[in-house]
T-cell receptor, first 113, second 114 residues
Framework: AAGVIQSPRHLIKEKRETATLKCYPIPRHDTVYWYQQGPGQDPQFLISFYEKMQSDKGSIPDRFSAQQFSDYHSELNMSSLELGDSALYFC????????????FGQGTRLTVV | ELKVEQNPLFLSMQEGKNYTIYCNYSTTSDRLYWYRQDPGKSLESLFVLLSNGAVKQEGRLMASLDTKARLSTLHITAAVHDLSATYFCAADNAGGTSYGKLTFGQGTILTVHP
């Protein structure tokens, strides 16, 4: 079965650079969630989109922005990168079926040097 | 604000022994999830618990939910080395038709020794 696809899987950036992470949800899933997991930490909810509109917002820094496109894929844009942004970034998607569980992608490991 | 707390945070077990990980959450939640994570890897869904008294089992792992006590447990039976990983519980923030905005516990790092 198709899963949530994230790209790239690994990314190395320098401080103050910009990074773009991509998420391709499971087909027919209309909701996308982004999480950040720092080293040794639990995943923290950043932001979610339902039908291309932002549906909820968590602890997402102002330097980050995200959007969901017409084909339901989502991109997380991160600017003015800081060392503390180094983390695993997970995307999850869920379907419009009542009570649907979200499924997580493999994650993108971002390292800021 | 929903808060989720796990204990213990570190668990060192001998193979063949039993143990339980506890997960408390602070406010009403529609669902309780258990995930397994290997180092640097994604979150593997183990169980989704939907209602009070729910019990699910898969192999050596069994999860239960008591919504009145706001407590979930993950019981490990006759541990084997392959179970070594970090285990997270998570609760959703309720509402809507889909459930993906989760609050996670701190995680329990499980190490199983011969």
């Amino acid at each position: 079965a198709a899963g949530v696809i994230q790209s790239p899987r690994h990314l190395i950036k320098e401080k103050r650079e910009t990074a773009t992470l991509k998420c391709y949800p499971i087909p027919r899933h209309d909701t996308v969630y982004w999480y950040q997991q720092g080293p040794g930490q639990d995943p923290q909810f950043l932001i979610s989109f339902y039908e291309k509109m932002q549906s909820d917002k968590g602890s997402i820094p102002d330097r980050f922005s995200a959007q969901q496109f017409s084909d339901y894929h989502s991109e997380l844009n991160m600017s003015s990168l800081e060392l503390g942004d180094s983390a695993l970034y997970f995307c999850a998607s869920s379907s419009p079926v009542q009570g649907s569980q979200a499924f997580f992608g493999q994650g993108t490991r971002l390292t800021v040097v | 604000e929903l808060k989720v707390e796990q204990n213990p945070l570190f668990l060192s077990m001998q193979e063949g022994k039993n143990y339980t990980i506890y997960c408390n959450y602070s406010t009403t939640s529609d669902r309780l999830y258990w995930y397994r994570q290997d180092p640097g890897k994604s979150l593997e869904s183990l169980f989704v618990l939907l209602s009070n008294g729910a019990v699910k089992q898969e192999g050596r792992l069994m999860a239960s939910l008591d919504t009145k006590a706001r407590l979930s447990t993950l019981h490990i039976t006759a541990a084997v080395h392959d179970l070594s990983a970090t285990y997270f519980c998570a609760a959703d923030n309720a509402g809507g038709t889909s459930y993906g905005k989760l609050t996670f516990g701190q995680g329990t790092i499980l190490t199983v020794h011969p």
